[in-house]
């Protein structure tokens, strides 16, 4: 049987407030399972432990109590901490480097030789669509060329396990298409997702599995086509049909004593019309 790529078994964390008599419950018996290659979408509210249990997993806090394991081995060991590739939502650059600088640090941390670091650093920054601006300073980089290059730094050593906080936060459309697409590009290569995100439609696009948390507990986890499905009704998608059949269609439904709920034309979402005007308009 696979080793699930991460495993959080029993998970609770309570934080103990200073000066007063009570403790914030963070999160409550969490157990979640993600495979390898899997990309794994953590939803909830503010407040709902998404945050703590990426901390957890990648070591940074300790749980009050159960335990995590990555690849059947404990979280917080070194050998372990070198198969995660860990981007924050606000992820701390200094300004002052450049693109290939900024790749060179991280590259250097990661135990990278010079060889294989420029090689490495060149393909990341073809990847993320940042070669032109590769020796700008990060002073000049917008928000959506920050959220790549933080996305680079934490491909640069070749991690199993890749996990992203709210990595298009404060990107516009056209930006958060382009990081939706490295990630779905990152699982091509074999790696393991985790991705805590608020934007639904973008969690709906490129996530296999989700789990939703609220008030630190694990309240529904399953595949999207699974837990979006409505048991007790069946949607027909048709083209090139005339008003006169749709009729009879629907005479058809209720004569077995079903009920058409709703009739309409297909739509797009609001994202997708967005990027089309736009980028009509480019050309």
């Given at each position: 049987?696979t080793?699930p790529a ?6 609770t964390?309570?934080?103990?407030t200073?000066?007063r008599?009570r ?6 018996h969490l157990?979640?399972?993600?495979a390898?290659g899997?990309?794994?979408g953590?939803?909830?509210?503010n407040g709902?432990?998404?945050?703590t249990t990426?901390k957890?997993i ?5 749980p ?6 990555v690849f059947g081995?404990d ?9 995660i590739g860990?981007?924050?939502e606000?992820?701390?650059?200094h ?12 590259a250097?941390l990661?135990?990278?030789?010079s060889?294989e670091?420029?090689?490495?650093i060149?393909?990341?920054l073809?990847?993320?669509?940042l070669?032109?601006a ?8 917008s928000?959506?060329?920050?959220q790549r ?5 934490a491909?640069i050593?070749?991690?199993k396990i890749?996990?992203l906080?709210?990595?298009?936060a404060?990107?516009?459309p056209?930006?958060?298409r382009?990081?939706q697409?490295?990630?779905a590009?990152s699982?091509?290569t074999?790696?393991?997702?985790l991705l ?8 709906q696009?490129?996530?296999d599995?989700i789990?939703?948390?609220h008030r630190g507990?694990?309240?529904?986890e399953g595949?999207?086509?699974?837990l979006?499905?409505?048991?007790n009704?069946?949607e027909?998608?048709v083209?090139?049909?005339t008003?006169e059949?749709?009729?009879?269609l629907e ?5 077995v004593?079903?009920?058409v709920?709703l009739?309409r034309?297909p739509?797009t979402?609001?994202e997708?019309l ?7 308009r480019?050309?």
């Amino acid at each position: 049987m696979t080793e699930p790529a991460i495993r959080v078994s029993d998970v609770t964390k309570i934080f103990p407030t200073p000066f007063r008599r009570r403790r914030i419950v963070a999160l409550q018996h969490l157990n979640l399972e993600i495979a390898p290659g899997e990309i794994y979408g953590l939803l909830g509210p503010n407040g709902s432990g998404k945050s703590t249990t990426l901390k957890i997993i990648l070591g940074l806090i300790q749980p009050t109590r159960g335990s995590v394991r990555v690849f059947g081995r404990d979280n917080s060991t070194v050998a372990v901490r070198r198969d995660i590739g860990f981007l924050p939502e606000n992820a701390y650059f200094h300004k002052f480097l450049t693109g290939t600088e900024t790749l060179r640090f991280h590259a250097r941390l990661s135990g990278l030789g010079s060889r294989e670091s420029k090689s490495r650093i060149a393909e990341l920054l073809e990847t993320v669509g940042l070669t032109r601006a590769a020796d700008a300073r990060l002073s000049t980089y917008s928000k959506g060329m920050l959220q790549r290059i933080g996305l680079a730094q934490a491909l640069i050593h070749r991690p199993k396990i890749l996990v992203l906080d709210e990595p298009t936060a404060a990107v516009d459309p056209a930006g958060s298409r382009d990081i939706q697409n490295l990630i779905a590009s990152s699982k091509k290569t074999g790696t393991t997702i985790l991705l805590s995100s608020h934007l639904l439609t973008q969690v709906q696009e490129v996530c296999d599995r989700i789990g939703i948390l609220h008030r630190g507990k694990l309240i529904r986890e399953g595949r999207l086509e699974d837990l979006l499905a409505i048991e007790n009704q069946t949607e027909f998608i048709v083209e090139n049909t005339t008003p006169e059949f749709l009729d009879q269609l629907e005479r058809q439904i209720a004569s077995v004593n079903g009920r058409v709920v709703l009739r309409r034309k297909p739509q797009t979402s609001l994202e997708q019309l967005f990027l089309k005007v736009t980028e009509t308009r480019d050309e």
